[in-house]
């Protein structure tokens, strides 16, 4: 399993791992592709009390045919909710955040550009980033928004990218923005347009 | 000892708002505008006859839109060492001391979608600035405040008119007392916590939160329990090679300023973290008073807090 490597940047996020909040009413828990295996683990950890008070919604990603899902609901029986994309997760998880209370807390896991769009969602709602529970599993693909045209692309895995909105080639830098869920793609070679560096396959 | 970056103002009013509650109006010496403040914030002010040996900190507890005076509110402790006796039985109108800038420990979060807040007695203070502030933001909030009878914590009546039905008032005379689990729970997502007074009602907040699965990123408390006394010690500096010998009622820290070495320091109530100095020998006991260390820290023994911890033993020497 890839690990994401350590960052000079203050700004990266970290991802201690997921762990039962305790005293929380309900446990909101949200994850994409890999990330079912830690909920997996998470789930097994706990007692029945506990999962009672558990709704998890899963978008199975890139891991479709591994067929997570179908272990996961027996252990949530009524309370897990599986979606075709992240995009409708998270407006399933818009709605779930609308009508929650602060013993509500919130749960991420999966890969990185995942948990940066459900941080950045609840974030709207009030949550303090450093208050969702996290852990990284699966590709260490990036989300990447381009600086220039402020388009977004997902799954970008290589170190230098062309934008897929305006087709500038961007360099995928290690500055995370926390409000947008993305690392933050700026143009290669401003000087030279023409000459772009080999890119490098270095978040797979 | 007069800090470089002090400011020079004059009292220009005292009035009781309170029994044994006296606030204090000061305007700078040479009449120029006070630096801007937020709800939350504290000045420390230098106190006593003695060329400001102690330094105090006090909230001040006036208009954030007022830059002609600053305001603070003392309640006269009954185990002063000397600063609110200082203030209430020695400060005259028209008398001169000094103050540092404004230093904000206590600030709303500004990203927050509700606020409650908690005080306890002379813990109103920050509240003062802090509630006016909210409602020019129309921020939804709710302020709980606990006394011990009708009139014995400053500004009831005030308050009443201000915010009306966001007002909660509980009286111990009448057995009324906070529920905080009821208080806490169900408040919706994004609701910020603030508490100000005794340990205990802390304490009681911090735990009712716990209790409920409140994240503790949303739950803000300023406590403002004084340094307290101890034997007097003597502490060697390894950097400037001094001696310097600190007093029963004199803190680590103003020991050290009064000697002219100018150690870092913020808070002065050991909340946070920026008078840290590193221990390195310490033949006797380190007494830690302070909310900043962890208890693995504390036990290791390679640094102190200078605003409020103290020494007991033969030989204490600092990395400074």
């Known amino acids: 399993m890839p690990t994401i490597p350590p960052s000079l940047y203050k700004s990266r996020p970290v991802y201690p791992g997921l762990s039962w909040i305790a005293g929380a009413r309900r446990h909101l828990i949200t994850a994409d592709g890999e990330g079912a295996l830690a909920v997996l683990e998470l789930l097994n950890s706990a007692d029945q009390e506990t999962r009672n008070r558990a709704i998890l919604l899963y978008t199975p990603g890139g891991s479709k045919q591994l067929g997570h899902g179908a272990k996961l609901a027996p252990l949530l029986p009524g309370a897990c909710h599986e979606f075709p994309s992240i995009e409708t997760l998270l407006f399933r998880l818009n709605v779930e955040l609308t009508r929650a209370n602060m013993s509500t807390r919130l749960y991420a896991t999966g890969t990185e550009g995942f948990m940066g769009q459900v941080i950045a969602l609840a974030q709207g709602h009030g949550v303090n980033p450093l208050s969702v529970k996290t852990e990284h599993r699966g590709s260490l693909a990036r989300r990447v928004q381009c600086v220039h045209c402020k388009g977004f692309m997902d799954g970008v895995t290589t170190s230098i990218v062309a934008c897929s909105h305006c087709g500038i080639s961007l360099f995928v830098r290690d500055h995370y923005s926390r409000r947008l869920g993305a690392f933050q793609g700026v143009i290669v070679n401003a000087e030279v347009a023409e000459e772009i560096p080999a890119a490098e396959e270095l978040y797979p | ?320």
């Not at chain 2, 006593?48 to 105090?56: E, H, P, S, Y």
């Not at chain 2, 060492?81 to 709303?108: D, K, M, T, W």
């Not at chain 2, 169900?186 to 735990?207: F, K, W």
Request: aromatic fraction near 6%; proline fraction near 6%; include cysteine.
């Open chain 2, 1 to 320: 000892m007069i800090h470089a970056h002090d400011i020079r103002v004059r009292v220009t009013a005292i009035e009781e708002v309170a029994p044994r509650t006296k606030r204090f109006r000061l305007q700078a010496v040479d009449s120029s505008h006070l630096p801007q403040f937020a709800g939350g914030a504290h000045i420390t002010v230098a106190l006593g006859d003695d060329d400001g040996a102690l330094r105090n900190p006090y909230t001040l507890s006036g208009s954030p839109q007022d830059r002609v005076g600053y305001e603070i509110t003392v309640l006269r402790a009954a185990d002063s060492r000397g600063g609110s006796a200082f203030l209430h039985e020695q400060v005259v109108l028209g008398q001169e001391v000094s103050i540092s800038a404004p230093i904000n420990l206590f600030p709303i979060n500004a990203l927050g979608r509700r606020h409650v807040l908690l005080a306890g007695g002379i813990g109103i203070t920050p509240f003062m600035p802090i509630t006016e502030q909210l409602i020019d933001l129309s921020q939804k909030f709710e302020l709980h405040y606990a006394m011990r009878s009708d009139g014995a914590a400053p500004y009831e009546t005030l308050l009443r008119s201000r915010l009306g039905h966001r007002l909660h008032v509980y009286r111990s005379d009448l057995r009324e007392r906070i529920n905080l689990e009821s208080l806490l729970e169900g408040q919706p997502l994004g609701t910020h916590l603030y508490v100000c007074g005794p340990e205990r009602l802390i304490d009681g907040a911090i735990n009712a939160g716990k209790a409920l699965g409140w994240p503790g990123e949303n739950i803000h408390f300023e406590r403002f329990a004084g340094p307290p006394p101890g034997d007097p010690f003597e502490v060697r500096l390894a950097k400037s090679s001094k001696a310097i010998a600190v007093g029963q009622h004199q803190t680590l820290l103003e020991a050290l300023e009064r000697a002219g070495v100018e150690p870092p320091s913020l808070c002065r109530g050991g909340a946070c973290g920026q008078c840290e100095i590193p221990v390195i020998k310490a033949d006797g006991e380190l007494l830690h008073y302070d909310h900043f260390l962890s208890e693995e820290a504390r036990s290791s023994g390679r640094s102190i807090m200078t605003c409020v911890s103290r020494f007991k033993g033969r030989e204490l020497v600092l990395d400074f």
